[in-house]
């Protein structure tokens, strides 16, 4: 019996919309990095990018448990020297809701082409709407 790959032409990428309210950032984070990665299909091939589309609506309601609002730190860096800049959870999501999300989300991907190309499909809308409904996403419950 021979093992089944892959083939990038053959594989079927699907839509799917996530409601992110009330939702934890860490679980959510998980589940569509799975889903992005294509781990949830029998034809996953580790080095063929397998997985779906996401669009995640209410990405400003994301929650985190405990004090890590506050606590959470996010860093980024200028290049220059002395050129780091610190934020806080809440901070970070009054200003750009959602990149929180994605910031997780990428963390938990494979690093290179691969992963590049898999972070591509994970589309975050702050609010309920999303411009996607020509590919008529299906509703899928984390």
């Known amino acids: ?11 079927q990428h699907d839509w799917y919309l996530i409601d992110a309210q009330n939702k934890v950032l860490g679980r959510l984070a998980s589940q569509i990095a799975l889903r992005l990665r294509g781990k949830h299909k029998p034809e996953f091939t580790p080095h063929v990018d397998t997985g779906d589309f996401i669009v995640v609506v209410n990405a400003s309601q994301l929650r985190v448990t405990g004090n890590k609002a506050l606590n959470k730190k996010y860093y980024r860096h200028s290049g220059y020297p002395g050129g780091v800049y610190e934020t806080n ?38 609010a309920d709407s999303h411009p996607h409904t020509a590919q008529q996403p299906k509703a899928l419950e984390v």
Request: hydrophobic share 45%; net charge positive.
């Open 89 to 126: 959870f809440a901070k970070m999501q009054a200003q750009f809701p959602g990149r929180a999300l994605e910031k997780a989300v990428k963390g938990m991907l494979p690093k290179g082409p691969l992963g590049y190309a898999m972070i591509k499909k994970l589309k975050v809308y702050a």
């Open 1 to 11: 019996m021979k093992t089944y790959t892959a083939k990038a032409h053959d594989v």
